[in-house]
C-alpha cells in the first residue's frame, strides 16, 4: 500500500502566486497531486520552471478568454488519461475540469461556475453543477471510484460559513446551489473532511481580501475532496491548510491508500 498526497488550491492567478514562491512551496510540501484551480492562464504563456515543475508531469486547460479561469494537475505519477473539459463545448471553452485516470482512482479536477453577484450566472452555475454529477456517476459506473476536488464555490451547510443567516440570499449560499451539495452526498459522495471533522467550526478555505477576512477569519468553506463512497475506507485524512499564503483561497488536502 502507498499513501498518496492529493492537495487543491484555487490560486487566484499562478503567474501572480508564482511571484510569490510557489515552486518553493512545491518543493517543500511534496504532493503527489496537486490540483489547481483559477490559474488565469495558458501553459504557453509561463516559464518552464512553472509550466512543468521538476519531478512531476503537469497539465494545463486554459479558457478561450484570457486571464480567466484555467484548471491545472500537477501529478508526479503520470496518468493512464488525461481528458480536458466535460465534452461539452459551453463549459469546456472556459477551462473548468481536467479527468485524470489513475489505476485505482479517476480524479476530476474543477473549477466550479461563480453565481455573480446579481445571481446572472447562477442558472449556469447550475447547468454545470448538473453535468459535472452526471460526468462523475458515468465515469464510477464503468468501475473506477471517483475522487473529485475543486472549489465548488458554494458552502454547504451552515456550520461552512461565518455568516449563514447574513448570506441566505447571496450566491454561494443559495438554497438551490447548496440542494446540489445534498443531490451529490445522496448519490454516494462522501465530503471528506465532513467525514473525520463532522462538527469542526471556523474551518474555511477562503476569505474576502478588501475587508481583511482572513485576519478575523471571517470566511467560507468553498473547496472541497469527495470521495465516492466505495473508496471512503481508503482514505486516513481531509485537511484545511489556512497557514498557506498567496490567494484568498487557502490549499484543501486528502490522503488516500492505494
Not at 453543477?129 to 459506473?141: H, T
Amino acid at each position: 500500500m502507498t499513501n498518496l498526497t492529493l492537495l487543491s488550491w484555487n490560486v487566484n492567478g499562478v503567474r501572480a502566486i508564482h511571484r510569490k514562491g510557489f515552486l518553493t512551496w512545491l518543493k517543500d510540501t511534496a504532493p503527489d497531486i496537486l490540483c489547481l484551480q483559477e490559474t488565469k492562464t495558458m501553459a504557453s504563456q509561463l516559464p518552464v520552471a512553472l509550466a512543468q515543475p521538476e519531478g512531476y508531469r503537469a497539465y494545463w486547460h486554459g479558457a478561450e478568454r484570457k486571464g480567466y479561469s484555467g484548471t491545472a494537475l500537477i501529478t508526479r505519477q503520470e496518468p493512464l488519461s488525461i481528458q480536458f473539459g466535460l465534452g461539452l463545448e459551453e463549459f469546456d471553452q472556459e477551462g473548468r475540469t481536467i479527468i485524470a485516470e489513475y489505476p485505482t482512482f479517476t480524479l476530476l479536477n474543477c473549477y466550479f461556475p461563480h453565481g455573480s453577484r446579481d445571481h446572472s450566472r447562477v442558472p449556469f452555475k447550475l447547468a454545470f453543477y448538473d453535468a459535472f454529477l452526471e460526468k462523475c456517476e458515468q465515469l464510477r459506473q464503468r468501475g473506477q471510484p471517483v475522487i473529485f476536488c475543486g472549489d465548488i464555490n458554494t458552502a454547504h451547510r451552515e456550520i461552512d460559513l461565518t455568516h449563514p443567516q447574513a448570506n441566505q440570499k447571496t450566491t454561494g449560499f443559495l438554497p438551490e446551489e447548496r440542494a446540489w451539495l445534498d443531490k451529490v452526498v445522496e448519490a454516494g459522495y462522501v465530503d471528506t473532511f465532513r467525514h473525520f471533522y463532522p462538527e469542526a467550526i471556523g474551518q474555511y478555505t477562503w476569505w474576502s481580501m478588501p475587508t481583511r477576512a482572513r485576519e478575523r477569519n471571517v470566511g467560507w468553506r468553498l473547496d472541497y475532496f469527495f470521495v465516492a463512497q466505495e473508496l471512503i475506507d481508503s482514505v486516513t485524512d481531509a485537511f484545511i491548510m489556512p497557514e498557506v499564503m498567496g490567494s484568498d483561497h487557502c490549499p484543501v488536502g486528502l490522503r488516500v491508500k492505494v
